[in-house]
């Protein structure tokens, strides 16, 4: 059966370092893989779109990276800060199924100051 | 612009009753799905509208239905209604159903059953 799986369920780190978060998929062969952060109580915000023909993608301190060999996608944030903490959410956009977008558990982000 | 609007933010029901929500999408987007969400299924996809028609639809029971109208607001409708229905209820608009389009999600609607 089709599956997505983000690395840790929470992920600790220190002020200033690098975020790197993990989603894995199997089953899949999606034209499209995106990424939202949640905050409590709060609908997903868009942050980055990634194509299945593109590597990595940038905007300012996030940068995710995409490996259809690997079936698996890396979310950066550089120079983390203590506004970043919050839940980021990969998602599946499978060809063909219009904004059917099948999400992951979400890892949980902590950055302490 | 103005995002995509949620109504109502809370509200508790009891269980066998009946509720809709309702969501307009940003303007000028005309696609609008929703999704539910919870602690222990994470977000799951129930149905996805475009010119008014359902275009595609989730794992869901028949319980749950939905619709469009010609404006691309959308309302969905949960009948007799259980507490495993006690989630964040979603909407989530963008340009069109086509793969890639940026979606943009409301700040949703929490439904509490007892």
């Known amino acids: 059966s089709q599956k997505i799986e983000q690395n840790s369920e929470a992920l600790n780190i220190q002020e200033g370092k690098t975020a790197t978060l993990t989603c894995n998929y199997t089953?899949?062969?999606?034209?499209?893989l995106q990424w939202y952060r949640q905050d409590p109580g709060r609908g997903p915000v868009f942050l980055l779109l990634?194509?299945?023909?593109?590597k990595e993608k940038r905007k300012e301190r996030l940068k995710v990276t995409f490996d259809t060999t690997l079936k698996q996608s890396l979310f950066h944030i550089t120079a983390s800060q203590p506004a970043d903490s919050a839940t980021y959410l990969c998602?599946?956009?499978?060809?063909?199924?219009?904004?059917?977008?099948?999400f992951g558990a979400g890892t949980i982000l902590r950055v302490k100051s | 612009k103005a995002g995509v609007t949620q109504t109502p933010r809370y509200l508790i029901k009891t269980r066998g009753q009946q509720v809709t929500l309702s969501c307009s999408p940003i303007?000028?987007?005309?696609?609008v799905s929703w999704y539910q969400q919870t602690p222990g299924q994470g977000l799951q996809f129930l149905f996805e509208?475009?010119?008014?028609?359902?275009?595609n639809k989730g794992n869901f029971p028949g319980r749950f239905s939905g619709r469009q109208f010609s404006n691309s607001r959308s309302e969905m409708n949960v009948s007799t209604l259980e507490l495993g229905d006690s989630a964040l209820y979603l909407c989530?608009?963008?340009?069109?159903?086509?793969?890639?389009?940026?979606?943009?999600f409301g700040e949703g609607s929490w439904l509490t059953v007892v």
């Open positions: 989530a608009s963008s340009l069109g159903p086509g793969s890639g389009n940026t979606i943009y």
């Open positions: 089953n899949y062969s999606p034209a499209y």
């Open positions: 990634i194509r299945e023909n593109e």
């Open positions: 998602a599946l956009d499978p060809p063909r199924y219009g904004n059917k977008l099948v």
């Open positions: 303007s000028g987007h005309r696609s």
């Open positions: 509208y475009f010119s008014e028609t359902q275009r």
